[in-house]
């Protein structure tokens, strides 16, 4: 049995073909997973049963299994606790972001790419349990069919994907760059709209910047110096400040690519007026913007989120020195909305 989200259109269309059915056959199969997110054979309607009996002999569909999904006032953030074939749980957000002309709407997926991660960043909640394993590219693939098929509802489809959920995407390079370019052809879902969002493992940057691939990268920065990276970001200890930076600006030479930086902000630690002068100074000469998220309290944390005034006042410090620099209001906080949280509660 193979797992039809490991297939592109072309290989499903190539397997339809292999086992003797004509081609319409592959085009409306085709067209009920990624145009109608139906993956129930029988509901089908349009196959005859020879081809319905072959299906379920022969390909897997959605092996993922949606626990709980959890959704603001305004539908503008669904959190999902998905489970999967072996037991281990995963979650997965929706970000809609809804605009006065509906056309420029956008809906972003948050997608995990590991169950846990090793990174260990001490204010996320995925790292707590460190890593348990790496997601296969059909698994991470079906959080997008998993979303579309949600999102029906308000007659919508995901077009943002950013690989910033749970994990780590670059210690899973292999099946990442897969699901990337399966969520790419499939889905239609062009590259500049497909973020990948690393805590620096420099190996990861350096192969985007040597494949050319367009993806957009984001990395999570948090800090200007390695005093504080190397608490904030452990993996900071293994690739250093210096060293990340300099595979920055190869990325940035290969690609031309303007790069993302995030920066979390929490208070007393890595938003004084020094951090924003040795931020820019870090930063210097990279086509750059960098996203202010001011921290997203987990419980027993010994983070605090900074005063309205204090993360306004290092934005302004930030854009004095001649960083492009916005804020973004994690969306979700009234729904466990960030990452690792909801699946931390309901182990409990
Ligand atoms: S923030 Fe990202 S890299 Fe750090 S522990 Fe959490 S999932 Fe891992």
């Known amino acids: 049995m193979i797992n039809i989200f490991k297939l592109s259109k072309d290989s499903i269309m190539k397997k339809v073909e292999n086992a003797g059915f004509p081609a319409y056959r592959g085009k409306q199969l085709i067209d009920w997973i990624y145009n109608k997110s139906v993956f129930d054979v029988e509901s089908m309607t349009n196959l005859d049963k020879e081809f ?12 993922l299994e949606t ?18 074939g072996d037991r281990n749980t995963i979650e997965m957000v929706i970000m809609r972001y809804k605009d006065k002309d509906s056309s420029k709407n956008r809906n972003t997926l948050c997608l995990s790419s590991q169950v846990g991660c090793k990174v260990k960043c001490p204010f996320c909640a995925t790292g707590t349990d460190g890593l348990v394993r790496n997601l296969k590219a059909e698994e991470i693939v079906q959080q997008v069919t998993i979303a579309n098929s949600f999102l029906k509802k308000y ?40 973020t990948i969002s690393t805590s620096g493992v420099i190996e990861g940057i350096k192969e985007l910047a040597d494949k050319e691939l367009k993806y957009v990268l984001a990395v999570s920065l948090h800090a200007p110096t390695d005093r504080i990276r190397d608490f904030l970001v452990p993996i900071n200890k293994k690739y250093p400040l210096n060293e990340l930076i300099k595979a920055c600006r190869y990325y940035q030479t290969k690609t031309k690519k303007r790069i993302t930086f995030e920066y979390i902000m929490i208070n007393g630690m890595n938003i004084w007026p020094d951090d924003a ?6 930063l210097k000469g990279i086509d750059c913007h960098i996203n202010g998220i001011p921290v997203n309290s987990v419980s027993d944390s010994e983070f605090e989120r900074p005063k309205k005034k204090d993360i306004y006042s290092f934005k302004k410090m930030c854009e004095k020195y001649g960083l492009s620099f916005s804020i973004r209001e994690e969306k ?7 990452c690792g949280q909801l699946k931390n509660k309901e182990r409990k």
């Open 277 to 282: 002068r040795q931020l820019a100074n870090l």
């Open 155 to 194: 007659d919508t489809k995901i077009n943002n994907v950013v690989f910033m959920g749970m994990g780590e995407p670059f210690f899973n390079k292999d099946e990442v760059l897969k699901a990337a370019s399966l969520i790419k052809e499939n889905y239609e879902i062009s590259s500049r709209k497909i």
């Open 52 to 63: 319905k009996e072959y299906l379920i002999n022969n390909i897997k569909f959605v092996t």
């Open 332 to 338: 979700g906080t009234d729904i466990e909305g960030a």
């Open 67 to 84: 626990l709980k999904i959890i959704e603001d006032d305004k539908s503008e953030t669904i959190k999902f606790l998905l489970l999967l």
